[in-house]
């Protein structure tokens, strides 16, 4: 019953709905990005910078924000993160001048750093919750997001090859999400020890049929393992990102369609990342490892093909790698915080996407000004060196089975 208590009386759905409505807009800006300035005639080398900029701040950010986000608390953090960034992006309106475009993201993504690590750490913090069920539907709310996100700037390009009125569209979604943080999230509820002595002593009287799921696995979990997923996804990312838009305006696509291919892989990565959630650690330390090496391999077919249902296939197959992986890499951080009863590791997960996504988007900008091919043979090298790395690593988590 004090379980029920709790969880009725802490609301998740603003957690969802934020996660949602941010994850909407993401895409929006982030594809249109690369299109629209190599539109105006901006180096690919420089386009590199301009789609990471908002990771260059967001690679130090969570950590640096989180000893404030303890004290301040995640309702007013998220508050200040959805006021900073709707000002910032209120600059779109004025000017889309690359540089200030550039200044515009640098603060963009510190201000993040605010958002979706106490949006994981609310998940987290509240004791009288299933953790990683409620993580596989905050995975799902968000990834669903950039899906809609992503046909919707499908749709608007279709009407124009100028995305130049996407970036005067993303701000309005920011406000909303504003709106909801003040009037609906809540800071999570953390019962004192006498109530959870009394909820414990409850579930030790009871005979549940669920029982089995108070116990947990406590694993000796190499931090450096989850890392090395990231990095393999951050390069893949690279593709949706930077090469691919490139490659598709090079082949004479239109923009309308590296948003349906875009929507393609992020459908088929909400898949398979919601039910690599719901799997268990043991499970996941196999397929994770199996998924690594055939990424690896996939992206080398993207240099041959310029049929547009080759482009659709292999969006589809990466998508769904990528769910696996970044799947993986949640679960293996969540469980990190709950082993070790923190927060941290929310803001290391977010702080090391910020990271690598900014160093590969940068590198394979570089190598994709030399030769579009030259970008794709490195993307898939890195992955294969980190898959060799990894299963060096993967050998040492451990697992020790108690009982709460």
Request: charged content about 10%; glycine content about 4%; cysteine-free.
């Amino acid at each position: 019953m004090i379980n029920e208590f709790y969880k009725h009386s802490w609301r998740f759905w603003p957690i969802i709905v934020l996660s949602f409505i941010f994850g909407f807009s993401s895409p929006l800006i982030m594809i249109a990005t690369p299109i629209y300035f190599f539109q105006q005639g901006v180096e690919i080398k420089f386009l590199g910078l301009l789609i990471t900029a908002v990771t260059i701040t967001y690679t130090f950010s969570p950590i640096l924000l989180n000893k404030i986000s303890d004290r301040v608390g995640r309702r007013k953090s998220v508050i200040i993160s959805m006021v900073g960034a709707s000002i910032s992006q209120l600059l779109f309106y004025i000017t889309l001048d690359p540089i200030v475009f550039l200044i515009e993201r640098l603060f963009e993504g510190l201000i993040l750093g605010f958002f979706f690590p106490n949006l994981m750490a609310s998940i987290s913090d509240n004791p009288t919750i299933d953790h990683h069920k409620y993580l596989a539907r905050f995975n799902l709310s968000w990834s669903l997001a950039l899906v809609f996100g992503t046909l919707f700037g499908a749709i608007l390009s279709s009407f124009s090859s100028n995305l130049e009125f996407i970036f005067y569209i993303s701000p309005i979604f920011l406000i909303l999400n504003t709106i909801i943080a003040i009037l609906f999230f809540q800071d999570p509820n953390i019962p004192n020890s006498e109530v959870l002595n009394i909820n414990s002593t409850l579930n030790s009287n009871t005979s549940d049929p669920n029982q089995e799921e108070m116990e947990i696995r406590q694993y000796k979990i190499p931090v450096i393992i989850p890392l090395l997923l990231i990095l393999a996804i951050s390069m893949g990312s690279g593709n949706s990102s930077l090469l691919y838009p490139v490659r598709s305006a090079i082949l004479g696509f239109p923009p309308s369609t590296t948003y349906l291919l875009n929507v393609i892989g992020t459908f088929s990565s909400s898949i398979s990342m919601y039910l690599a959630s719901l799997l268990a650690i043991k499970i996941l330390k196999q397929i994770s490892i199996i998924t690594l090496f055939f990424y690896s391999f996939l992206f080398i077919f993207f240099i041959f093909s310029k049929d547009f249902f080759i482009f659709l296939t292999l969006f589809m197959l990466s998508g769904f790698f990528y769910g696996i992986l970044y799947g993986t890499t949640s679960k293996l951080f969540m469980t990190l915080n709950l082993a070790k009863k923190t927060s941290k590791y929310s803001s290391i997960s977010e702080s090391s996407i910020g990271a690598f996504f900014f160093i590969t988007q940068m590198f394979l900008g570089f190598i994709a000004d030399i030769d579009i091919a030259l970008g794709y043979v490195t993307l898939s090298l890195t992955i294969l060196i980190t898959f060799f790395v990894t299963l060096f690593f993967i050998r040492n988590m451990r697992e020790t089975k108690i009982t709460l």
